[in-house]
């Protein structure tokens, strides 16, 4: 069964960094999403990730999608209070799977 | 142009009863899914419809069914309810055959509590 896996699950930083979110998977998936969630909200597409090497970039949001490696990022630039979010990945197998979700806390 | 709009917001119900929620997708758009979102099983897959047809299901039990009507528009149903089925139920919609070839577009969600 495929299995999603995001770390960390939980990260709190400071204004103005970078950091960096993961999503491993466990099948030779190539197709992969990436979501926001704000507390008590529904979700928000943000990236498509369609084949080995894709990488789409939003504002201070970044993602890359490596097939080979089964590994997806999600880098932060610069952070800022209104990325402070859940952030979900999920493959799509026969089936989306999701991830359990980053919960990040940007700290003023 | 309109969003994703489900109903009805939100909704308490009693283990035994059976529950219909509704999604009605932005215009144009055939394809619509669903998803379950509880605090202990995440985030799940429920059921994928294009043009009136199920797609694809989930791994949840034949309580929970859907369909799909000619103007798009989609409901669920839930019968037998039990606690575990205390969830925000997804919706969302895509204009393309594939919905996981672009984007999707989500509604705000139905929270659904079960007494």
């Known amino acids: 069964e495929l299995k999603v896996e995001q770390n960390p699950l939980f990260l709190s930083m400071q204004e103005g960094k970078n950091y960096t979110i993961y999503c491993n998977y466990s099948?030779?998936?190539?197709?992969l999403y990436w979501y926001r969630q704000d507390p008590g909200k529904s979700l928000e597409s943000l990236f498509v990730?369609?084949?080995?090497?894709a990488v789409k970039q939003e504002g201070r949001l970044m993602a890359s999608l490596d097939t080979k490696a089964r590994l997806s990022t999600l880098h932060i630039t610069a952070a800022v209070h209104d990325l402070s979010a859940t952030y979900f990945c999920?493959?799509?197998?026969?089936?989306?799977?999701f991830g359990k979700g980053t919960r990040l806390h940007i700290l003023p | 142009k309109a969003g994703v709009t489900q109903t009805p917001r939100y909704l308490i119900k009693t283990r035994g009863q059976q529950v219909t929620l509704s999604c009605s997708p932005i215009?144009?758009?055939?394809?619509v899914s669903w998803y379950q979102q509880t605090p202990g099983q995440g985030l799940q897959f429920l059921f994928e419809?294009?043009?009136?047809?199920?797609?694809n299901k989930g791994n949840f039990p034949g309580r929970f069914s859907g369909r799909q009507f000619s103007n798009s528009r989609s409901e669920m149903n839930v019968s037998t309810l039990e606690l575990g089925d205390s969830a925000l139920y997804l919706c969302?919609?895509?204009?393309?055959?594939?919905?996981?070839?672009?984007?999707?577009?989500f509604g705000p969600g139905t929270r659904l509590t079960v007494t």
């Open positions: 969302a919609s895509s204009p393309w055959f594939d919905p996981y070839s672009y984007e999707q577009y």
């Open positions: 990730l369609l084949s080995n090497g």
């Open positions: 215009s144009g758009h055939r394809s």
């Open positions: 099948t030779t998936s190539d197709r």
């Open positions: 419809y294009f043009s009136e047809t199920q797609r």
């Open positions: 999920a493959v799509l197998d026969d089936k989306i799977i």
